[in-house]
């Protein structure tokens, strides 16, 4: 009996193998730096950084603008096609919206439920 309780004393040893050696901790110091894609190295918060609101206000509502193709004879051996676009007010024709929300109820993105909104706060863990 005391044999079994020893084989079963053993410590744990994973089976799992990991190659090579252990990953460094970095460990950062400061604030928050610029993105990477950044302009010019803005970081966030700087005085060159823009607002959102300020940004928002900036925003022009979408509009449908119409264009007429001027069509000139395919150039090059690669057979693409060079046009030219020119664009031309015209009034809305049949099956065309002016905006995203006069589109029909089923083609519209479907507002979140308040349980869908719990569980993207809990980072999906519920």
Same mark, same amino acid.
């Given at each position: ?36 894609c ?20 900036? #925003? *022009?509502?979408? /509009? @449908?603008? &119409? ?7 395919? +150039?090059?051996?690669?057979?693409? =096609?060079k ?8 009034? #809305? *024709?049949?099956? /065309? @919206?002016? &905006? ?7 083609? +519209?993105?479907?507002?979140?439920? =308040? ?12």
């Amino acid at each position: 009996m005391r044999q079994t309780a020893i084989r079963l004393a053993k410590s744990y040893t994973p089976m799992i193998k990991f190659v090579g050696a252990r990953h460094p901790v970095i460990h950062h110091t400061g604030g928050a730096g610029a993105h990477a894609c950044a302009l010019d190295g803005v970081a966030p918060g700087s005085s060159q950084c823009l607002p959102a609101a300020e940004y928002l206000k900036k #925003l *022009q509502p979408f /509009e @449908v603008v &119409s264009y007429k193709v001027k069509s000139t004879p395919k +150039r090059g051996i690669s057979g693409t =096609d060079k046009r030219g676009y020119t664009y031309t007010d015209r009034a #809305l *024709q049949e099956n /065309e @919206v002016a &905006s995203v929300l006069s589109l029909p109820k089923r083609f +519209r993105v479907r507002p979140l439920e =308040d349980p869908e909104i719990d569980v993207i706060n809990a980072g999906g863990a519920l």
